[in-house]
């Protein structure tokens, strides 16, 4: 829910901030930066409060996700995250009690990740141009691999077992598919949907997986379909992007096909995604898709470009269309004039971008 009570009174979003650690406090300050500008040129306003959790709070308190806190992310009208992540914590604590937790307790079903190449970035991939490469995934973001269940048999002998179960929802697919056709149907989308899978091998949660596709598939038949094989999908990602729209698949496959599909577009410097939960009232959130960064942390060379465009990707949730258009317009603008969209390599500082988002998005 979002806006502002009585006629006339200044639209209000609350947005809650976990800048959290590494970079990500430093392409936070620029993505704020860049929102409180255009929301006073579009004439509303922000209230952000800032949340103190990530790898540092951990280790000062042992808290990740404390309930207080965990309540006060479910008040708000949407979360806009830096990164969380730290050399000193074992692998797994904060991605599963703080990043995880956060997507499965709000429900945050689907994550949104858009891949485009704007006009003057340079892709890995020899010769690919602008109108090559607009696609969107949707990943499934509540369940698959990720659900947690499994368990170990013997651990730490020689006969131990490892289990890790893959869990397929009926309604857990379905709003997620529904979903992928849904975004097919929106303006600047091209009405086709892939599905992504292994239905060759992975014979039961595949068979559900393409079964609710096809029902959903039946419901639409405006939209364009197809289906590949999440192997053959990593060759067409680089051989031929411009075959995809909207793809849709699992957590496990879209966590791996985003990574990929984010270097065609330049790198972990332009991708952001969104964590959604398009239910009335769900609590939806933001974040570039690439880390802590520690290398370059304090040093002002990271490229902010995805942190904006996370909340690019934020006003476009809370209604703010015209306000999301500017900070696209002010990212076409700073990308032309950038060297590289790499970390050190952009020819101008961290904030510098910031500014030139900023003066772009303005200006716009
Ligand atoms: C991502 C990340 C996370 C994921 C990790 C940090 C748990 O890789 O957002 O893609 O696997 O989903
Ligand atoms: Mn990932």
Known sequence: MSGGGSEGALRRHRIAVI???G?????????????????AAEGFELQTVEHDL????????????????LEELRDADAIYLGAVGHPQIKPGILERDLLLRLRFELDQYVNLRPVRLYPGVRSPVGGLAP???DMAFVRENSEGL???????????????VALQDSVNTRRGVERCVRFAFDLATRPGRRGHVTLAHKTNVLTYAGDLWQRVFDEVAAEHPGIGTAYVHVDAACIYLLENPGRFDVVVTDNMFGDILTDLAATV?????????????????GVSMFEPIGGT?????????INPIAAIAAGELMLRSLGEDAAAARVDAGIRRAVSKMRSMRAA????????VGDLVTEGAVDA
Request: aromatic share 6%; glycine share 20%.
């Open 293 to 301: 960064a520690p290398d370059h942390t304090g040093r002002g060379t």
């Open 19 to 21: 800048p959290g650690d």
């Open 345 to 352: 390599e952009m020819g101008f500082s961290t904030a510098e």
């Open 146 to 160: 990720y659900a947690g269940t499994g368990g170990f048999f013997r651990r730490g002998t020689p006969q131990e």
């Open 54 to 69: 990530g790898g540092e709070r951990y280790l000062r308190t042992g808290e990740t996700l404390p309930d207080p806190a």
């Open 23 to 39: 970079t990500g406090p430093e392409v936070i300050r620029e993505g704020l930066k860049v929102l409180r500008a255009v929301a």
């Open 265 to 281: 577009q330049g790198g972990m410097g332009v991708a952001a995604g969104a964590n959604l939960n398009p239910d009335p009232g």
């Open 131 to 133: 109108e090559d490469v």
